[in-house]
Structure formats: C-alpha cells, structure tokens
C-alpha cells in the first residue's frame, strides 16, 4: 500500500494542538482593510480553533 499524503493546502492553513484540536487563522484579514476598524482588525490577528462539525474533515486531509 502507498502512503498517504496529507493535503498540501490544508496543511498549510490548519496545525495540530497537542490535545488533537486544529488551529485556524481568522478570514478577512487580507484585504480592504480602511474601512475595518482597527479594534477588529486586532481580533482578526489571532487564531481560532476549528468547529467541531468541520474538524472530522480537516483531520482527514492532514493524516499523513
């Protein structure tokens, strides 16, 4: 059997904590950013974690 590779995109975007929970970076951060305040552009500077609907996918494109 090959190995499985995880998915390139993904492994860029999310990382694994070490309780098994996966880490994400927050949207609308990338562009047009004079019309947001500079309170929320703050928040948007830090991570978040995954739901918990969407975290049995992710884990599935960043098994290795």
Known sequence: MPKHKS???AAKRF??????KIKRRMAF???LLS???TK?????RK??????ADQK????LLSK
């Open 47 to 52: 991570c978040t974690l995954v739901e918990k």
């Open 29 to 31: 951060k990338s562009h």
């Open 7 to 9: 998915s390139r995109s």
């Open 35 to 37: 019309k947001k305040s």
């Open 40 to 44: 929320r552009k703050r928040r948007l």
């Open 57 to 60: 996918k992710i884990k599935r």
């Open 15 to 20: 990382k694994k904590t070490k309780s098994g």
